[in-house]
């Protein structure tokens, strides 16, 4: 089916260093998209990102995910709009 389910502590890294971890990832190779409907975590050199399910190309240059929090860019928090900022 050209598809990937793995489940259970899920990691999966990139040539370019980012690191992502979650409970369940789908990679969908004829749709070119990953996916995760389990909280995760993802960082990169260029920043850090959580929230509870995601859906992404391979290359995370589109994604959309899910109750996002604790995004970071190069280390400095990024307010996403309607986001209280923390103390």
Same mark, same amino acid.
């Given at each position: 089916?050209?598809?990937? %389910?793995?489940?259970? @502590?899920?990691?999966?890294? *990139?040539?370019?260093?980012?690191?992502? @971890?979650?409970? @369940?990832? =789908?990679? +969908?190779?004829?749709?070119?998209?990953?996916?995760? +409907?389990?909280?995760?975590?993802?960082?990169?050199? !260029?920043?850090?990102? !959580?929230?509870?399910?995601?859906?992404? %190309?391979?290359?995370? !240059?589109?994604? *959309?995910? +899910?109750?996002?929090? %604790?995004?970071?860019?190069?280390?400095?928090?990024?307010? =996403?709009?309607?986001? +209280?900022? !923390?103390?």
């Amino acid at each position: 089916t050209q598809s990937l %389910d793995a489940r259970g @502590h899920v990691v999966a890294t *990139s040539s370019g260093g980012r690191v992502l @971890h979650t409970e @369940h990832l =789908i990679f +969908d190779r004829n749709q070119n998209r990953i996916t995760s +409907d389990s909280a995760f975590t993802s960082t990169s050199p !260029k920043g850090n990102l !959580k929230g509870a399910s995601f859906e992404s %190309d391979p290359s995370f !240059k589109n994604v *959309s995910v +899910d109750k996002p929090r %604790d995004l970071r860019v190069k280390g400095k928090p990024f307010i =996403i709009p309607g986001q +209280d900022a !923390k103390p």
